[in-house]
Every structure is written in structure tokens, then in C-alpha cells.
């Protein structure tokens, strides 16, 4: 039978491009990896804006099935960004970092999407910000008082 046995030093040197785990790493090398898994998942939300403005912008004017349903998916996209902020950042929470700036940057990004689709909405019609829009509101004038001409005959 064959039988082969490594012996394994346990002072060896990193080889060369080896990142530690976060486990692994102390002080400020794991405060820094953690600030760059931060701003990566802060930032992550800026790259879907050219692609929704483009979309939008190759959806038309044009009241269809077609823009409506695209107009719906990325607004619910950009709703459901935002309500998942913390969830985003959970895996970073109490590891020594503070997030207020990263859950800020990323909800500006998702404020961000949001008001391109908004103002698509507006922009073909949906968005009800016009004053003609709320014209049914506003109270008729009802005449107190009729004029009759009198005459002297």
C-alpha cells in the first residue's frame, strides 16, 4: 500500500496575492476592508441609474403596456432599495465601523432612481402635479345673486 505523508510548517510566509479573511486580519487592516465593503455596497446603487434613464428614455412618450410595466418594475425597484437599506448593511453591523455615511450615500442612490422615475411619470402624464390636474377640487362659485333689468314702461 501506498502511504504519503506531508508535514505542514505552520510559519510559512502568505504566498504572493493571498488576502486574509476578515477573521484573520487586526486593527486598522480589517477597519479599511471593512470601509471598502462599505462604500462598495453603498455605491452599488449608482450603477443602475444610466441603465433606468436609458430604458425610460427608450420606453418613448408613449402611453402603452409596455412603458407602464417597465415604469412599474423600476419603481418598484427603487422603493424596494430603499426599504431594504438595513438589510443591505447587516452583515457590516457592529464591527466597529460607523454606517451612517455609507446608509446615506445609499439611500441618496436610491432617492436618486427614484425621482428619474418620477419624473418619467410626469413626464407622460401620470404624475399629477398640474393645477388642471386637481381642477375637480376646487369649489365652484355659486351666484348669490341674479341681476334683472328693469324696465320703465
Known sequence: MWEIKI??????PDPVGYKKAYDDCQGQELRDDLEKKAMGIAKG?????????????MTGNMMN?????????????????????DQAFSSLENRGISLFLYKLIYLSAGLLQLGVVLY????????????ADWIDLVPLHHQEEIVVPYSYN
Open 7 to 12: 508535514k505542514r510548517e505552520k510559519n510559512l
Open 45 to 57: 446603487g449608482f450603477g443602475n441609474i444610466f441603465m433606468i434613464m436609458f430604458t425610460l428614455y
Open 65 to 85: 403596456i409596455f412603458t407602464i410595466v417597465i415604469i412599474g418594475q423600476f419603481l418598484w425597484q427603487a422603493i424596494s432599495t430603499i426599504a431594504k437599506m
Open 120 to 131: 418619467k411619470l410626469y413626464n407622460i402624464g401620470l404624475l399629477p402635479l398640474n393645477s
